[in-house]
Antibody, heavy 118, light 112 residues
Framework: EIQLVESGGGLVQPGESLRLSCAAS????????MNWVRQAPGKGLEWISYISTNSYTIYYADSVRGRFTISRDNAKNSLSLLMSSLTDEDTAIYYCARVSDSTHIDFWGQGTLVAVSS | QSVLTQPPSVSGAPGQTITIPCTGS?????????VQWYQQFPGTAPKLLIYDNNNRPSGVPDRFSGSKSGTSASLAITGLQAEDEADYYCQTYDNSLSAWGIFGGGTKLTVL
């Protein structure tokens, strides 16, 4: 069974940092590119970061570029998102997602909630 | 404001057919990039519904279909059922952005 389990969410103050993790199982993690997608309360989906299988190709949405860092450890079947200089606009559920054929997401984790508030 | 435009809401009665449009531009759908559709129920993660314009993953009923023409794409649901009430998002690539992909703003489907 394919599983993507996010962790690391929580309540933080503006300006603080947080690291999200995603534990993958049930498939060959090293063979798939991965995304982070977030969803603010009551809002739509927002793609925020992509990492290729070997970490050579990385993309960020303009809204997080320079503040967020995506990484992966294929030996540990894990994906991470280091988030810094957080603002209340970063409050959202953050989903770890598996990319198929470079074009679409074929599997999503259950999400982890990040709340930024003073 | 999303690069891909979807109506905020659509509705239909059980048994009817509805379509959800996704309007893009020449740098995304119009450039020939494939379109995906995702279904999301409240409080749950999205699920892939349609990929590469008109392909259904295993387990998705054939009541769901996708199409693409010019700078727009559409999701059609035939034989509407109460269980189809959810949010629907289109997604594709845009060559004017330094990004993996973009999502539409989402459409809330209400089954009357």
């Amino acid at each position: 069974e394919i599983q993507l389990v996010e962790s690391g969410g929580g309540l933080v103050q503006p300006g603080e940092s947080l690291r999200l993790s995603c534990a993958a199982s049930g498939f060959t993690f090293s063979s798939y590119s991965m995304n982070w997608v977030r969803q603010a309360p009551g809002k739509g989906l927002e793609w925020i970061s992509y990492i290729s299988t070997n970490s050579y190709t990385i993309y960020y949405a303009d809204s997080v570029r320079g503040r967020f860092t995506i990484s992966r450890d294929n030996a540990k079947n894990s994906l991470s998102l280091l988030m810094s200089s957080l603002t209340d606009e970063d409050t959202a559920i953050y989903y770890c997602a598996r990319v198929s054929d470079s074009t679409h997401i074929d599997f999503w984790g259950q999400g982890t909630l990040v709340a930024v508030s003073s | 404001q999303s690069v891909l435009t979807q109506p905020p809401s659509v509705s239909g009665a059980p048994g009817q057919t509805i379509t959800i449009p996704c309007t893009g531009s020449g740098s995304n759908i119009g450039a020939g990039y494939d379109v995906q559709w995702y279904q999301q129920f409240p409080g749950t993660a999205p699920k892939l519904l349609i990929y590469d314009n008109n392909n259904r993953p295993s387990g998705v009923p054939d009541r769901f279909s996708g199409s693409k023409s010019g700078t727009s794409a559409s999701l059609a649901i035939t034989g509407l059922q109460a269980e189809d009430e959810a949010d629907y998002y289109c997604q594709t690539y845009d060559n004017s952005l330094s990004a993996w992909g973009i999502f539409g703003g989402g459409t809330k489907l209400t089954v009357l």
